[in-house]
T-cell receptor, first 115, second 111 residues
Framework: GAVVSQHPSWVICKSGTSVKIECRSL??????MFWYRQFPKQSLMLMAT?????????EQGVEKDKFLINHASLTLSTLTVTSAHPEDSSFYIC???????????FGSGTQLSVL | SQQGEEDPQALSIQEGENATMNCSYK?????LQWYRQNSGRGLVHLIL?????REKHSGRLRVTLDTSKKSSSLLITASRAADTASYFC???????????FGRGTSLIVHP
């Protein structure tokens, strides 16, 4: 089955530092990747959609300069939280889809804690 | 894009009982998918039902779809403690749709 690897699973960082989260499709080409943010017991909030080789499309209210998304290849997308602050602490999840695919394949998520 | 609304928000049952959760959506769809999320993990795809299907089975899972009512239900039979998780539906209007999710149904199965 299709596997999406997300790394790291958890990260603790100091306020003001930047954190990079990687999302890799291991056995398929992910033409589209999605990044979500989830607070405890809440829904997944879509942050942005990225297509390989294109700039990401951000949802309303998501700061593109703060959450940098790069989708340089068909198997890798990265989310960089720049100058992280405590309010950025959350669970971040990526998902991937093949071209015109119906199913989404999710990474296992990254718990970010900013001190 | 559209998101499904799951109901109930929380469900607590004993092992061996059946669990039913519902999903409602607003506009016409090509298919509807159900996902499961264990605490602190990503989502896992469970089952996909197409708009021209009314019922689909996968192991202990049974999904129904009523396009006239714009609703779907997920039934888990003979539940197990390991079924404890949150369940989300994702109505889809095509390959280019942008998947969004509701709050999900939080299922707790007591051993």
């Amino acid at each position: 089955g299709a596997v999406v690897s997300q790394h790291p699973s958890w990260v603790i960082c100091k306020s003001g530092t930047s954190v990079k989260i990687e999302c890799r499709s291991l056995d398929f080409q992910a033409t589209t990747m999605f990044w979500y943010r989830q607070f405890p017991k809440q829904s997944l909030m879509l942050m942005a959609t990225s297509n390989e080789g294109s700039k990401a499309t951000y949802e309303q209210g998501v700061e593109k300069d703060k959450f940098l998304i790069n989708h340089a290849s068909l198997t890798l997308s990265t989310l960089t939280v720049t100058s992280a602050h405590p309010e950025d602490s959350s669970f971040y999840i990526c998902s991937a889809r093949v071209l015109l695919g119906e199913k989404l394949f999710f990474g296992s998520g990254t718990q970010l804690s900013v001190l | 894009s559209q998101q499904g609304e799951e109901d109930p928000q929380a469900l607590s049952i004993q092992e061996g009982e059946n669990a039913t959760m519902n999903c409602s959506y607003k506009t016409s769809i090509n298919n509807l998918q159900w996902y499961r999320q264990n605490s602190g993990r990503g989502l896992v795809h469970l089952i996909l039902i197409r708009s021209n299907e009314r019922e689909k089975h996968s192991g202990r899972l049974r999904v129904t779809l009523d396009t006239s009512k714009k609703s779907s239900s997920l039934l888990i039979t003979a539940s197990r403690a390991a079924d404890t998780a949150s369940y989300f539906c994702a109505p889809s209007s095509g390959g280019s749709y942008i998947p969004t999710f509701g709050r999900g149904t939080s299922l707790i199965v007591h051993p």
